[in-house]
Each structure stands twice: as structure tokens, then as C-alpha cells.
């Protein structure tokens, strides 16, 4: 009734076609069988699209070892169960699973994901050639009491610039510079965290050569992780076919935060006014001769701004028509959160997107293929420093890259998750 029924009509419409009643009694999609993908490229093709290195070997690792009696895990939470319900955006979920998965490679660990706040991440994306949940099986092992005393919580500058030490649960830290499994001898089996330290610092901490690596490397590491669900493939399939007339349109996106959604706020110009800075930006997109050709779907947590696009303003500019929440500031159920994502899909699936100096287009050109550009909202103020995730290789350009290596498995063999 009156609020609920605009956010369940969205979710009903755009994901299923079906009436509410028809969605209230559907079955849960987390119980439903996952088939994981097969990476079909070798360890040297993968090294030629840009995969990091260690990423092959890895996948092979976690197969073999999750569940295992003698396996020892590094669990990124975004849950209540360990008093991480402070997790922020997407972009800064995101930078803690990346933490996780490097900190789990280094150290010979299986990583999980255990994201339930407020909303389990199965409603939206599912695992794709590495199965990350927190199974039934595992559940009561990785969650064992006293949870706090195997759980690190790692703020964006908590580790400093030319530091190379990881803190550990009970005031311990790895040293980067050393033989890493000496000092984990003693550690718990279980390693719990929340994180979002940037990439790039990340990758310092790791000693990984930022001149050797570009986008690819992260959208290796994402696709091989994540993959959308069901519900939200087909909810974003339906924002082009609207639009532009076909599920398969080619199209431009571009971002804009401004700080508007509920809960939120932006501090990040100089100068400019927001207003100043977003129509700066609309312009300059528009003069991109490499979209010249394309409409560009405008994404915007401004419904000022999203209005006047979608009255025609901005010449060749369109909007979604979604209204997207804060994943972090709002607490409605997940049909009310299912805009935000099916906006972050749209953006990764634009044949160029340019992304604002904010996590979550940064993050949605991970799970993409296109061409990547840069918006400036004012002088002052570059996206990341010009470079996508700070790296210094600022080569943005698109192709299938490492998704032509995932297949769907040919064997029949599926991954069940049994009802939680």
C-alpha cells in the first residue's frame, strides 16, 4: 500500500512481470542451484587480457580447498553478526572484498563473503567461477563465538601511505615485507574483516608493480567473483529495451553524484555548485566525438538533475526512471534497493562509460567491457587523479577481455545452496 507499492511495482515489473501477490509467493532465490562458471583460459591467455598474476592459480586453490577440514578462511563481512553494519556504499563493499581476496591469496586462506546488511547480496549477485558464500556447512564454524576476537575493522586510512603491515585481530600485524605464513602460524582459522582502503594502496601493500597493471586487472578479479543474479539481469534488461527500443542497444552512460539520496551528502567540490559542476560535465560528454553517435543514459543520485534530463533538457541524454536509495542509509526491504542495482548494471554495461570521482561507477565499470572516461566536476576536483583506482597505467580501453574466458559448466554439475 501508498510508498510500498511504487518500490514493489518496480521490482515486480522491470525483474518478473508479475502482480505482487504473484512475487510475495514466489519462491526465494537463495535456495535456488548456482552454476558457477569455468574459466577456459590458461594461466598466459589470462596474463595476455591482463589478469594479475596470481589469479589462476588461486581460483584452482579455492575449489579445491573450501570446506575442507584443513582449510582456514579470510571472511569479508558486511553483517551484524560482527557489528559491521556501517559498511557504506557499494564502491566501498567492493574495496573490501578486494582487500579480502589479496589478503586470502597471500596467505594461502579460502575467501567467503558474508554480506547481510540490510540485505542479503544473493538478491543481486551471485558468485562466478569463485563460490564465495558462507554456506549452510560453514555457517556455524565461521561465525563460532567470540566472533569479535577474530574481527578487524579497517578504515580507508587506517593503514598509511609507505606502510607495509596489515593489522591483526588482538593487536598483532603481518609484515608484507616477510615470509607471510610463519606469522600466521597462530592466527584463528577464521579471519574476519571489514574494509574499504582503496585499491591501489591495496596493491602497494601486496608489492604489486602499479605501472604493470590497468583496468583489466580489476575487472579480472570482479568478474571472476561476481556475476549479476537472475532478478537483476533481467530488471536491467529492461531499462534499454524502454529507452532505446532494445535489450541489446548500444549506449554511453555517465555518472554524476551530487549528494542528494537520503542520508548521504558531497563535499567533494572546490568550487563549483553542484548544479555548476553537473551541467559541466552533461556538456562535456556530449562534445566526446567517441559518443557522438550513442544517446547517454544519465545516472544521478539528483532527482533534480534526473528531472531535467528527462525532460528533454539535454540533448540526446536520458535517464532511467528509476528512484535508487543508499544501500548503507536505507533500510527498506530489498525490492527498494533493487533501482540502485539495476543503475550500477546499466552503468557496467554502457559501451563507454564515464565515471564520476565516486566508488560506485568506478566499481560498475569493473563488470563491464566498454571504454572507460573520465568526468571532471571541477578543476579542482579530478575523478581519482585522472586514472581509474589511482593506478598510474591509465588504459581505459574496452573489449570482452576476460569474460571470453568464463563459460558455463558443460558437466552438469552445480553448486547447491540449500535453502537458509
Known amino acids: 500500500e501508498g510508498g510500498d507499492r511504487t518500490g514493489r511495482e518496480w521490482w515486480d515489473v522491470l525483474a518478473f512481470g508479475l502482480s505482487g501477490e504473484e512475487w510475495w509467493n514466489r519462491p526465494s532465490g537463495l535456495g535456488q542451484p548456482l552454476q558457477l562458471q569455468r574459466v577456459s583460459c590458461s594461466a598466459f591467455e589470462m596474463a595476455e587480457r591482463g589478469c594479475p598474476s596470481w589469479l589462476f592459480d588461486y581460483i584452482s586453490f579455492h575449489k579445491k580447498m573450501k570446506g575442507r577440514a584443513d582449510a582456514s578462511y579470510i571472511v569479508y563481512a558486511c553483517s551484524g553478526k560482527v557489528g559491521s553494519s556501517q559498511c557504506g556504499g557499494l564502491g566501498d563493499r567492493f574495496r573490501g572484498v578486494f582487500l579480502a581476496l589479496r589478503l586470502a591469496q597471500a596467505t594461502g586462506r579460502v575467501l567467503l563473503v558474508h554480506w547481510d546488511s540490510p540485505h542479503s547480496l544473493e538478491h543481486f549477485f551471485s558468485p562466478s567461477a569463485l563460490d564465495w558464500r558462507v554456506t549452510p556447512e560453514l555457517h556455524n564454524f565461521v561465525f563460532e563465538e567470540p566472533v569479535r576476537e577474530r574481527y578487524v575493522d579497517l578504515p580507508i586510512h587506517v593503514i598509511p601511505e609507505g606502510v607495509r603491515q596489515f593489522p591483526l585481530p588482538g593487536g598483532g600485524h603481518l609484515d608484507f615485507s616477510q615470509p607471510l605464513e610463519p606469522q600466521m602460524a597462530d592466527q584463528p582459522r577464521v579471519l574476519i574483516l571489514t574494509s574499504n582502503i582503496y585499491p591501489f594502496r591495496v596493491m602497494e601493500i601486496f608489492g604489486d608493480q602499479l605501472e604493470d597493471v590497468d583496468v583489466r586487472y580489476i575487472r579480472c578479479v570482479m568478474q571472476t567473483l561476481f556475476q549479476p543474479t537472475e532478478t537483476l539481469s533481467r530488471a536491467t534488461d529492461g531499462i534499454p529495451e524502454k529507452i532505446f527500443g532494445s535489450p541489446d542497444a548500444e549506449y554511453a552512460a555517465v555518472h554524476i553524484r551530487i549528494g542528494e539520496i537520503e542520508g548521504t551528502f558531497w563535499d567533494r567540490y572546490k568550487e563549483e555548485t553542484p548544479k555548476e559542476a553537473a551541467e559541466a560535465v552533461l556538456v562535456s560528454v556530449l562534445q566526446d566525438e567517441s559518443v557522438a553517435d550513442l544517446p547517454v543514459l544519465v545516472v544521478s543520485d539528483s532527482e ?104 558455463k559448466e558443460e558437466n552438469g554439475q552445480e553448486e547447491v545452496f540449500s535453502e537458509l
Not at 530489498?334 to 543503475?343: A, D, G, M, R, S
Not at 559501451?351 to 571532471?376: D, E, H, I, R, Y
Open 304 to 407: 533534480t538533475l534526473s528531472a531535467r534530463v528527462a525532460s528533454g533538457e539535454f540533448d540526446r541524454c536520458h535517464t532511467t526512471g528509476l528512484r535508487p536509495v543508499h544501500i548503507e542509509k536505507h533500510g527498506g526491504p530489498p525490492y527498494e534497493h533493487l533501482p540502485t542495482f539495476v543503475e550500477f548494471l546499466c552503468l557496467a554495461r554502457a559501451s563507454k562509460l564515464f565515471w564520476a570521482a565516486s566508488g560506485f561507477s568506478l566499481w560498475a565499470a569493473t563488470l563491464g567491457t566498454g571504454s572507460l572516461g573520465p568526468t571532471v566536476m571541477d578543476e579542482k576536483c579530478p575523478s581519482n587523479m585522472g586514472t581509474p583506482w589511482g593506478f598510474s597505467n591509465g588504459a581505459t580501453a574496452g573489449g570482452d577481455g576476460f569474460l571470453s574466458c568464463l563459460q
